[in-house]
């Protein structure tokens, strides 16, 4: 067990995330949530994550803020009127600052978890571990997340698979198309299944839980700027949410 | 009319890589064509650009005469069979002969019809014994041979295979060597990608080479 030095800990990201998180999520001002994202962008630059791939990950969701926006803007109808069409305002002025505020928050959201992204696999699993976390518990659920991605696609295949098979799905009536949803679940599931037995018997050719405790190969210490940032996010997001239920902020 | 005809054909991934440079290329119907190239060099994607699994990125892929954006993938798949590079990715029954027979069924075949025909494919690809196993516990060759055999039942006039040699030993290749002369002998046209020059020289009357994004 070699005990190393890694700034900042996983722990202390978690923690800057958490604080991120659940500010973004209390604060509905846009301009106080303006000022978190450059907080969270500035602490990106500061621990070296790079913006571009991050910028390419929040393009991925530009479906997702369109259609939030575009909610917010439809459904609040608070403040001046803008765009109006037979008596129904189309987009207000509340309208507007709702959706800046929605897209900020998701924005602040995205952002923040990118800085997880500095740490492998391996390391958010000790990471958990030693914030408490059962070693097989945190194990299974990032393994999990890990493979939503794959299913999605494989799921997708199959589909295109069995179109190619000339098989017209728009075409066919109900109960054949229920019949080859059932048949796509089965490629899926049996990849899964057939991916999770290879997990198992790769773990277990490296004596996973071979032994009632296990001996890690770094067991990161937290130096004293951990714990200052800990603290310090931490009592800052109470010191923000104390504020709040006072209604100094919005 | 050509059957399948590539126009200055460029394809890039979303981030950007291009893998393939204006290529153009006409196949006809009865043509046995390979397709070799190191790998990544994108045999792959041109395949699943010729039957719509991807978009050109500029150009366009003409299907019997027509822009072949017009049609469906069920469409492209009534005429040209496509066996994936990993057989997996096609298989969905729960026994070999159901993976022959689900789709004639589902295209309206009776299911006498059909049983006849998923018995000559058992046959033809020497899959008999296996007719109620589960596809995902064949071997590497028995999985190609059913990925064949299921395409091949629904007739296709043209088929695209990629590397339906890999994994196979000398035997299994030879015995798929002989299967694919036969799909031949039928006047069923087909696009073989492939590393395997000794099998590309044998089966095909037409090689293509694929390198860096170009054809030669
Ligand atoms: N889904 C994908 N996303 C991005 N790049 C890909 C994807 N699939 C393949 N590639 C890349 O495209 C190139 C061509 O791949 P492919 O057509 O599979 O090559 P081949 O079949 O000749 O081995 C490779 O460089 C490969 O890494
Ligand atoms: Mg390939």
Redesign the pocket.
Do not use: A, F, M
């Given at each position: 067990m070699k005990d190393r030095q890694d700034f900042p800990d996983v722990r202390t990201l978690l923690a800057v995330v958490l604080a991120i998180t659940s500010l973004a999520i209390a604060i509905n001002d846009s301009r106080w949530l303006l000022l978190l994202l450059a907080i969270t962008l500035a602490c990106l630059l500061a621990a070296g994550v790079s913006l571009k791939l991050l910028l390419r990950r929040l393009r991925r969701y530009r479906w997702l803020f369109f259609i939030i926006a575009l909610a917010q803007s439809l459904t609040n109808g608070s403040g001046r009127a803008l765009l109006a069409w037979r008596g129904y305002v189309l987009l207000s002025s509340g309208g507007l600052l709702g959706a800046a505020a929605a897209l900020l928050r998701i924005a602040i959201i995205l952002a923040a978890v990118g800085l997880l992204s500095l740490k492998d696999y391996q390391q958010m699993v000790v990471g958990l571990t030693q914030m408490g976390v059962p070693y097989e518990f945190a194990f299974m659920v990032l393994l999990a997340v890990r493979f939503i991605p794959v299913l999605m696609e494989e799921f997708r295949d199959s589909l295109a698979a069995i179109e190619l098979r000339g098989v017209d799905l728009k075409a066919i009536p109900l109960k054949d198309k229920l019949r080859v949803y059932s048949y796509l679940l089965m490629p899926t599931t049996a990849g899964a299944l057939i991916r999770s037995r290879r997990i198992a018997v790769a773990m277990e050719a490296r004596a996973f839980r071979a032994y009632p405790r296990r001996t890690w190969l770094e067991w990161p210490r937290l130096i004293p700027w951990d714990w200052l940032i800990i603290v310090l996010a931490l009592g800052g997001t109470a010191g923000v949410l104390y504020l709040k239920i006072r209604g100094v902020i919005a | 009319m050509t059957y399948i005809q590539l126009e200055q054909v460029s394809f890039s991934?979303?981030?950007g890589?291009q893998?393939l440079k204006d290529i153009n290329l006409a196949i006809e119907k009865h043509d046995t064509v390979a397709l070799m190239?190191?790998?990544?060099?994108?045999?792959?994607?041109?395949?699943?650009l010729i039957i719509g699994l991807l978009a050109p990125s500029a150009g366009r892929v003409l299907l019997w005469g027509e822009d072949a954006a017009k049609y469906s993938l069920a469409a492209r798949g009534r005429r040209i069979g496509y066996v994936f590079?990993n057989p997996e990715r096609q298989f969905f029954a729960s026994t070999v002969s159901e993976e022959i027979g689900f789709a004639l069924k589902l295209r309206g075949m009776s299911p006498e019809e059909a049983e006849k025909r998923v018995g000559e494919m058992l046959g033809l690809f020497e899959l008999e014994a296996y007719a109620d196993t589960f596809p995902f516990n064949l071997s590497q060759g028995e999985k190609q041979r059913l990925a064949l055999a299921a395409v091949f039942a629904l007739n296709p006039e043209f088929i695209i295979l990629?590397?339906p040699f890999s994994g196979l030993d000398w035997l299994r290749k030879q015995h798929l060597l002989a299967m694919l002369a036969r799909v031949g002998e039928t006047g069923v046209g087909y696009l073989l990608?492939s590393h395997d020059e000794e099998m590309c020289a044998r089966l095909c009357s037409r090689v293509l080479h694929?390198e860096g994004g170009e054809l030669r």
């Open positions: - | 991934w979303p981030r890589e893998v190239g190191p790998n990544g060099s994108g045999k792959t994607t041109l395949g699943k590079q990629d590397e990608i694929l």
